[in-house]
């Protein structure tokens, strides 16, 4: 099977909560494979312990693949990009991405902090990044965790299309995501 989506969670996350299982059954039902895989959380969550995670999937992956992280997703996308130049990735989504800044969680910024590992300009110069034909970016105004500047910044440095909600919190369940319909015009 060969996957033509990819999405990867963020911190503390699984494929099982927010709009993942919804997103997964919909590309399905249409015939399109979408691999959310588990990444590992808690003390395991590092990029390298992501990066081996998806290193299993590689072969699986489509030549024209749509990537999708939310939250720590992004980081972690950006820093495989650097790490492997070849990976092709048609399109590249962030859902409320952020880099290396800190959140009012002590938590996840200690786990979070795991993936800031190389300066965002150096991974945004990267082979990999170039080679994406499209980006877009999702973050909301109000979400609890980041700040909406910092959000703004990063969706501003992707360079590509960017969609502000006033309501959507951090895009996730708590922000009543368990669905997201708006996703899929860019699928």
Not at 17 to 27: S, V
Not at 145 to 160: Q, R, V
Request: charged share 20%.
């Amino acid at each position: 099977m060969i996957y033509k989506v990819l999405l990867i969670h963020g911190s503390f996350g699984n494929p099982y909560i927010n709009w993942f299982p919804w997103l997964h059954e919909k590309l399905n039902s249409k015939g399109i494979n979408c691999l959310i895989p588990t990444m590992p959380i808690g003390q395991g969550q590092n990029y390298t312990n992501w990066k081996s995670v998806l290193d299993v999937y590689r072969r699986f992956l489509s030549d024209e693949l749509i990537v999708i992280g939310h939250s720590i997703g992004p980081a972690f996308l950006l820093n495989y990009l650097y790490d492997n130049p070849d990976f092709k990735v048609a399109k590249f989504i962030s859902v409320s991405g952020f880099y290396n800044v800190l959140t009012p969680s002590e938590e996840y910024n200690q786990v979070n902090s795991g993936f800031f590992l190389k300066p965002l300009q150096d991974l945004i110069n990267s082979q990999g990044f170039k080679n994406i034909k499209e980006k877009v970016a999702f973050y909301s105004t109000n979400d609890p965790y980041l700040d909406a500047k910092d959000l703004s910044e990063f969706a501003n440095i992707l360079n590509g299309k960017t969609i502000v909600s006033d309501t959507a919190g951090h895009f996730n369940g708590e922000g009543g995501y368990d669905k997201f319909e708006e996703i899929l015009k860019y699928l």
